[in-house]
């Protein structure tokens, strides 16, 4: 009965997790990750980290003490920098979620290597995401503004506001997040508890284990658990940058106000999602070599999902350029054809369709799908193409208004362009405590996609393949 | 178990057995070995496996988890609550005239009702859950047992606590053995 | 280890019965129908057009669903699916039918609002600047005063025109209602056709609809020959030759479905477009097709056939797609109601304020799509327990094609202007709608049944047959 399980060889099918590897092998090898001293590669990582992450402290602390002007941000531009910033982190904030809801939903069993690095990256990037609009409001301690709170002006938020849904649709986003890589955390918590060598290292783990001893009634609601967040979370995605799209889209901006905004939104946030994870999971697979975790065809088929929302995100470039031309609106036009083509801003737009569309059409080659550098580059241009997309989006919607005598154009101050490192520094330290504190690897979810973990994988007499290949053939012969 | 075990006769000092723990090596031992415990009629009985096992549901004879409806009240419970809010805060305690809608604008309530539906169901489904697992309980007589540990590893095991009804020393015992158990300890706590 | 793994047997190849003579039925239903849309034809040209371009809307979504059902098969290499893939493939075999029945559409095409200003008076590439005819939807400026008949474009003109939507000589215009608002409407509307001249004016318009049908037929026949090929040479190698095929055919796919879709149903109102229209089309296309597969292997379950191939745990994961993609559908349909809505431009709002304010049949129909389409299929389908008892998710999925239709109906009849002039106050339901739907549909079902009888029910050549049919959820 299992052999049906069993991978074909004859239509390229290869195991999940490279062949020598058991129950036990795969504790092992993700565990040792927080128990072995660091390897030198994380502490040049964690350091460069932290250092920016001080960047970061210094300049937030100058732009309160001189306002957002320090800022390159000016009228007509309003929105540059910080609110791309924003975009772009949620937007890399959504393959965590995505890759734990979506394709658990569509069983695809891969995902199980990937996933605990993915929904910790979410985590992190919407941490780094939140802080803009924080920071943005330039009073900072005025934050309490867009939450419904009684106060003494006797006023609430306004609820037809697409910022104030932005408020709730990233914290929802974000606590459920956290709960679902919590929950998804606790037996492998549990593991790390149980092969504790220290006291502390017990009470700590232990802490966060809730307890769990693996009960088959506590997987049973635990499973489900899994399940009805998986199932929540998919619509959750798709409306946290959707409601991200209606800050723009809900305006009657030209450039931004388009109907195929939040699908849109949404393709390009899984995209530059998995871009992320791929450049850090190819970064983390070196330095604390989990090449049999994370193998090629895991890499193959993140990199076909890029290849496919790429081109979902290049089907929605060309839907914005047809129905403005086919509009017949003279300020659609312009929008597209003149000032994105060929405007002042062209050079950021066409950095964007390069990055976004063209490099991974790469991908059609099975072997550049498997090159390891390929994948490297065309994740960081990916990333890159898509920080463009939303500059490209805001910048050059805005630094044209309608009033000729106030066009204008974008120059970041080196206060810019350290709030953006300085999120990088904030992403990254706390990735490399994750990684080296946290199993990197969902460990009960990589066994439970072995082959032995099928209950009836035992019953046959051998582990080989080939064997049971025949059988294939002739069972489905007849009927 | 902290509960008294009155049927116990064996007792070692002060302290006296709660659990008999079977161990199996790998997920198809453990499976069957738990239709068989199943069959025999046991209810206060446990597996305990480094990973869900495809089938154990249904081998140990557990019924449907009622998780759903508690994510479903709290998903109700989520969305009138937002609707409440709004309707509260901008239309009935101080009436909002913005962008030409009016101050009930359906649509534009869609997005924060979402949120908090989602934002509730995910409590219902994680507290609910650690609801029905009582969970956190950092104490459980099953640690005693050193071969437990790997339970979060790559063993197996089936625990069958004393005070189940049809508990006997010998027969269950028997029982585990000839459903292949690799081990198999009792696990004695002390009296408090 | 040889034919004694196989854990039933099930009847999967049609023998008798109702199943194989069912072609004949629906053979019979078509003729009827299309004899009776002819009729219709012979006595009313332009009502004809609309129902026809309804029929085939409703079935050609269902087909190229189908397709995109199969191709995503393919793509994600799915094995769950594999008992299933066959019957959305007997669709898909069906699908050069539909391209037959698309043939018409062009004999009436100057009947429909985006070419009654470029082919209204013959089928030339050339068109008059001027249009004659007292029935024309699209005021000319000089009509401008007398734009009774196209009073929905300008109604909701009564609110804020941003600088977006039109250009100055109209857009300032505050006048609610005024004369010259209605003018500079007609004018901008004049203008936004003649900027369109390219795109519906000329023959590149006859290019690529050839383009469409031709990928549709070849796309079609090679995904279905390939996979019923399989079924006799067993040969694994076509498993990856389809795979292989599958993305390209996917992009080709949802290209043309898209501009298909433009063409033929986001025209009808020439002058309002929206980016989404595609991902809405699309989206509804894989509902239908999804439901109809529910309901199509149910009733073959019926029979006898497929036991064991298709079970309990096939319908859950099937019920959950279809879940879903119909959220997905009232996500997208929801996205551009909820933008136009808000940002509140002329141009775009039209689309709704016809099927809201147009008169009371469709704002009783947009609700009953809100309702039947998404609120109550989203509240019986969340729950499991529905999605693994057959007859209730039938009865859901029976609700949910029949809202397919009704929404195709919406889309395309909102824009049919009586020839009299006269505004209509309630739905235009004509005989002539459900002549062509059953003629069209009859048609193709008859090819699809036919299909069905000449081979077997399952891909019985698929190397993941086995692990298709033990799939537990």
Redesign the interface.
């Known amino acids: 009965m299992s052999s049906a399980n069993a991978p074909i060889k004859e239509i390229g099918e290869l195991p999940l997790a490279a062949e020598q590897y058991d129950f036990h092998r795969i504790t092992e090898d993700v565990a040792r990750i927080t128990e072995n001293p660091a390897p030198r590669g994380w502490w040049v990582l964690f350091l460069t980290a932290l250092s920016l992450l001080g960047g970061l402290g210094l300049t937030l602390a100058y732009l309160f003490w001189k306002g957002i002007g320090a800022w390159g941000n000016n009228q007509p531009i309003s929105w540059a920098w910080d609110i791309t910033n924003f975009v772009w982190w949620v937007g890399i904030g959504h393959a965590g979620t995505l890759i734990s809801a979506v394709l658990f939903l569509f069983r695809q069993k891969w995902r199980t290597s990937i996933n605990r690095a993915a929904e910790a990256m979410t985590i992190f990037a919407v941490i780094c995401a939140l802080m803009f609009p924080g920071i943005h409001v330039g009073r900072v301690w005025l934050m309490y503004y867009p939450f419904p709170l009684p106060n003494s002006m006797g006023i609430w938020p306004n609820f037809k506001s697409p910022l104030l849904w932005d408020v709730f649709a990233v914290s929802t986003y974000f606590t459920v997040s956290l709960l679902f890589w919590f929950v998804g955390l606790i037996p492998d918590l549990a593991t790390l508890r149980d092969r504790s060598k220290t006291k502390l290292r017990r009470m700590v783990y232990g802490a966060f284990a809730l307890g769990w001893r693996g009960s088959n009634r506590h997987w049973q609601h635990y499973e489900r658990a899994y399940l009805i967040l998986a199932a929540i979370s998919t619509p959750l995605v798709l409306s946290v940058h959707s409601v991200v799209s209606f800050d723009f889209a809900t305006s009657v901006e030209p450039g931004w106000h388009t109907t195929i905004f939040p699908p849109y939104f949404v393709a390009g946030a899984i995209f530059s999602g998995f871009a992320m994870v791929l450049t850090l999971m190819l970064v983390v697979r070196v330095v604390f070599k989990l090449h049999g975790l994370i193998t090629l065809k895991h890499i193959e088929l993140m990199n076909k999902v890029i290849l496919t929302t790429g081109t979902i995100v290049g089907y929605a470039y060309a839907m914005e350029f047809f129905i403005a031309w086919y509009s017949g609106n003279d300020y659609e036009r312009y929008v597209f054809f003149v000032n994105r083509a060929t405007g002042p801003y062209a050079w950021a737009y066409w950095t964007m369709i390069l990055c976004n569309v063209i490099s991974p059409q790469l991908f059609w080659k099975k072997s550049w799908r498997r090159s390891i550098p390929l994948t490297f580059v065309v994740s960081i241009f990916v990333n890159i193409g898509m920080w463009f997309e939303r500059f490209v989006i805001i910048v050059t919607s805005l630094h044209r208004d309608f009033l000729p005598s106030s066009w204008g154009y974008f120059h970041p101050t080196p206060i810019d362009v350290m709030t953006y490192l300085g999120s990088f520094g904030l992403f990254f330290t706390l990735f490399c405590l994750f990684i080296r504190w946290i199993p990197v690897i969902a460990i009960a979810e990589v066994k439970g996609v072995l082959p032995a973990a099928d209950p009836h994988h035992h019953e046959e007499h051998s582990h080989d393949d080939s064997h049971h290949e025949p059988a294939h053939g002739e069972a489905s012969a007849e009927a | 178990m902290a509960s008294a075990n009155h049927e116990s006769t064996v007792s070692t000092g002060e302290k006296k057995p709660v659990l008999m723990l079977a161990e199996f090596n790998t997920p198809g031992e453990c499976l069957h070995a738990a239709e068989k415990v199943r069959d025999a009629g046991y209810a206060r009985w446990d597996t305990h496996t480094p990973f869900p096992v495809h089938g154990m549901d249904g081998a140990m004879g557990l019924p449907d988890s009622k998780l759903g409806w508690i994510v479903a009240v709290m998903a109700l419970t989520g969305f009138v609550s937002a609707a409440a809010m709004i309707w509260y805060m901008n239309v009935y305690d101080y009436p909002l005239i913005i962008g030409g809608k009016p101050p009930l604008a359906l649509p534009s309530m869609a997005p924060v009702c979402f949120e908090l539906t989602i934002l509730f169901s995910a409590f219902g489904a994680v507290f609910g859950m650690f609801g029905l697992n009582k969970l956190p309980r950092h104490h459980h007589p099953i640690f005693y047992s050193d071969r437990f540990a790997a339970a979060t590893d790559d063993k197996f095991f089936i625990s069958i606590e004393v005070d189940d009804a049809k508990y006997d020393a010998k027969k269950t015992r028997a029982l585990l053995e000839s459903a292949k158990a690799s081990h198999i300890e009792i696990i004695e706590e002390e009296v408090a | ?3 004694t ?3 039933v ?2 009847k ?1 190849q049609i023998t008798g019965g109702a199943w194989a003579s069912a072609w004949k039925l629906a053979a019979a239903a078509g003729a009827l129908g299309l004899v009776g849309a002819g009729a219709g034809y012979a006595s009313d040209p332009k009502r004809f057009a609309f129902s026809y371009l309804f029929a085939i809307s409703v079935f050609l979504t269902l087909g190229l669903g189908m397709l995109f059902f199969v191709v995503i098969q393919h793509i ?2 799915a094995h ?1 699916s594999v008992t299933i893939r066959r019957t959305a493939e007997f669709f898909v075999g069906g699908l050069p039918v539909l391209v037959l029945l698309f043939l018409p559409l062009f004999a009436v095409m100057q009947h429909f609002p985006q070419w009654e200003h470029y082919w209204g008076s013959s089928h030339g590439a050339t068109h008059g600047a001027t249009h004659g005819g007292s029935h024309d939807a699209h005021p000319a400026p000089e009509h401008g005063a007398t734009a009774g008949a196209h009073g929905e474009h300008a109604a909701p003109a009564a ?2 025109h ?4 039109t ?1 100055p000589a109209a857009g300032h215009d505050q006048g609610a209602g005024g004369a010259r608002e209605l003018a500079g409407l007609a004018h901008m509307h004049h ?6 001249k390219a ?1 519906f004016g000329s023959t590149f318009f006859f290019g690529r609809q050839a383009f469409y049908l031709l990928v549709w037929v070849l796309l079609a026949r090679r995904f279905f020959k390939l996979s019923t090929e399989q079924d006799k040479s ?1 040969d ?2 076509l ?2 030759v389809l ?1 292989r095929s599958a ?1 390209a055919s996917l ?1 080709l796919l ?2 043309t479905m ?1 501009f298909a879709a ?1 063409d033929w149903l986001m025209a009808l109102d020439p ?1 309002w ?7 809405w089309i699309f989206a509804g296309s894989l509902v239908a097709a999804l439901g109809t597969l529910i309901v199509v292997t149910l009733g073959l379950r019926r029979s006898g056939y497929l036991d064991g191939r298709v079970t309990t745990e096939h319908y859950h994961d099937l019920a ?1 797609l279809l879940f ?1 993609f119909n ?2 559908w009232a ?2 349909a ?12 002329p ?1 775009e709002t039209t689309f709704y304020h016809t099927r809201w304010n147009g008169n009371p049949g469709w704002q009783t129909l947009s609700i009953a799509i809100m309702a039947f389409h998404f609120v109550v299929p989203f509240i019986l389908l ?3 327990n529905v999605k693994r008892r057959l007859g209730a998710m039938a009865t859901g999925t029976v609700m949910l094609l029949v809202m397919h239709a009704a929404e195709m109906y919406w889309l395309v009849l909102p824009n049919f202007k009586p020839a009299d002039g006269h505004a209509l106050t309630s739905l235009p339901i004509h005989w002539m709608d459900l002549a062509c739907l059953v003629g069209v549909g009859g048609a193709y079902l008859a090819m699809v049944f036919k299909l069905m009888t000449q081979h ?1 029910l ?1 891909p ?8 298709g ?2 799939h ?1 959820v």
């Open positions: 280890m040889s034919a793994t196989h854990p047997e099930s999967v994600a290499a769950w609110g804020a941003g600088a977006h939507g250009p203008r936004t056709l003649e900027a369109k795109w067993k694994k190698r498993t990856v795979a993305p992009t949802s290209l898209t433009f002058a477009f929206s980016t989404i229209f595609g991902v959950k879903g959220c997905f996500y997208i929801f996205s551009q109601f909820f933008l136009i809505w808000y940002a509140s431009i141009e969340m729950s499991r077997a399952i019985v050549g698929d190397p993941r047959l086995e692990r049919t033990q537990t």
